[in-house]
């Protein structure tokens, strides 16, 4: 039986009149790929601010690896093993790939200001930085401005950054958005390998980046998860046909 990194209990999370989430609950087993998805406007930007911990849930609970989360802030919970990255991109363009990802570790790790030893050469930082551009097949861009990199190049930076905070779960928001076949075709392909070490919760856009890596789904509409199971039955699921998939 595999282990559960991450599980949300019951979240609700009302805006006025609007439930935007109303009893969500699911959870990340380590080894896997479990992606949430749902239409425009069902809640899942909502849900992510609540496990990442921008946004406080009403009511329910947040467990990561066994502790709970629910009232951490958004930097506790990334100490704690918390990875994620965002709809928006949040690189510094003028930087080399390596000084971004660098630049993530030493948030972290709370050091900011280190007058008496150049970041550059701090092997505190240097080392999990270039172990993460290794495992996203980067290390060979680690000098290059992120200005130069394609779209899918910047993807790739994006999860080293959180992939070098050495975290427990990964939460990736739809990290296939506006990149060609080729750059979710290698996306896809890598994020395939880095589930074995870290567990990904995917949201996501591009169902068939999802049908593909997906070990198991859940689908939000109206804040509520209307099914949750692999590729096959959600595809086939009656409810998530009429809901989602707009058949
Ligand atoms: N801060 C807020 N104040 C009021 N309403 C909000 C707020 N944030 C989200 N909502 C509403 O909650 C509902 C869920 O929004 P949310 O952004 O979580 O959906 P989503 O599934 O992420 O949509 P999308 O795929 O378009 O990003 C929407 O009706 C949205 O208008």
């Not at 601010?49 to 629910?70: N, W």
């Not at 999990?128 to 910047?154: K, N």
Request: charged share 25%; hydrophobic share 45%; glycine share 8%.
């Amino acid at each position: 039986m595999s282990e559960t990194v991450l599980s949300l209990n019951d979240l609700h999370k009302r805006f006025g009149a609007l439930q935007a989430t109303r009893g969500v609950s699911l959870d990340l087993q380590e080894g896997e790929i479990h992606a949430l998805i749902g239409p425009n406007g069902a809640g899942k930007s909502t849900l992510i601010g609540q496990i990442a911990g921008s946004l406080a849930p009403d009511q329910g609970s947040v467990h990561l690896a066994g502790r709970e989360i629910t009232r951490l802030s958004v930097a506790q919970r990334a100490r704690l093993g918390l990875g994620r990255s965002f709809q928006v991109s949040s690189l510094a363009e003028p930087l080399s790939v390596m000084r971004n990802v660098m630049i993530g570790v030493q948030a972290l790790q709370g050091h900011s200001f280190r007058f008496w030893k150049p970041v550059y050469r701090d092997e505190s930082l240097l080392a999990p930085a270039r172990e993460a551009l290794e495992r996203m097949q980067l290390l060979h861009r680690a000098d290059t401005p992120v200005s130069e990199l394609s779209h899918g190049e910047r993807r790739q930076v994006e999860v080293a950054c959180a992939l070098a905070l050495k975290p427990r779960a990964l939460l990736l928001d739809e990290p296939m958005a506006g990149l060609g076949p080729e750059g979710t075709a290698r996306l896809t392909e890598l994020l395939e390998a880095l589930k074995l070490e870290v567990p990904i919760l995917l949201i996501e856009h591009d169902m068939e980046a999802v049908f593909r890596l997906a070990d198991r789904i859940s689908v939000l509409v109206a804040g509520s998860i209307i099914a949750h199971g692999d590729s096959v039955t959600i595809r086939q699921d009656p409810q998530v046909r009429e809901a989602y998939l707009g058949d």
